[in-house]
Nanobody
Framework: DVQLVESGGTLVQAGGSLRLSCTAS????????IAWFRQAPGKNREGVGC????????YYSGSVKGRFTISSDKSKTTVYLQMNNLQPEDTAIYYCAAERRREISDAAKMWTYDQLYDYWGQGTQVTVSS
């Protein structure tokens, strides 16, 4: 089973940028969707974005679209979440998650369903100060 480790979370001022990394224990991009979720205190976990086979298979929530970008490295073991123009409401624990593509029949509609993902990292804290 694939194992995921997030890193890069820290304290940043509003308007700043941060890049999170999700490193997998094996090459993932050919077989998995990799998604980023976040959970703020007292709130439900929400999907931030998801990447599949390429740019045409990448999805974002409305609250981050245009500010956050998901990308991957050529080794196919690390997915990045570039976050720009961060705001206090982006404060949360950020998690990456993975699921085999064959288990998600319509990623455009289903990628936000956290119950579909079997593999999760431990999370990394992002705090945005005003």
């Amino acid at each position: 089973d694939v194992q995921l480790v997030e890193s890069g979370g820290t304290l940043v001022q509003a308007g700043g940028s941060l890049r999170l990394s999700c490193t997998a224990s094996e090459p993932t991009f050919d077989d998995y969707y990799i998604a980023w979720f976040r959970q703020a205190p007292g709130k439900n976990r929400e999907g931030v974005g998801c990447i599949g086979s390429g740019d045409e298979d990448t999805y974002y929530s409305g609250s981050v679209k245009g500010r956050f970008t998901i990308s991957s490295d050529k080794s196919k073991t690390t997915v990045y979440l570039q976050m720009n123009n961060l705001q206090p409401e982006d404060t949360a624990i950020y998690y990456c998650a993975a699921e085999r593509r064959r288990e998600i029949s319509d990623a455009a509609k289903m990628w936000t369903y956290d119950q579909l993902y079997d593999y999760w990292g431990q999370g990394t804290q992002v705090t945005v100060s005003s």
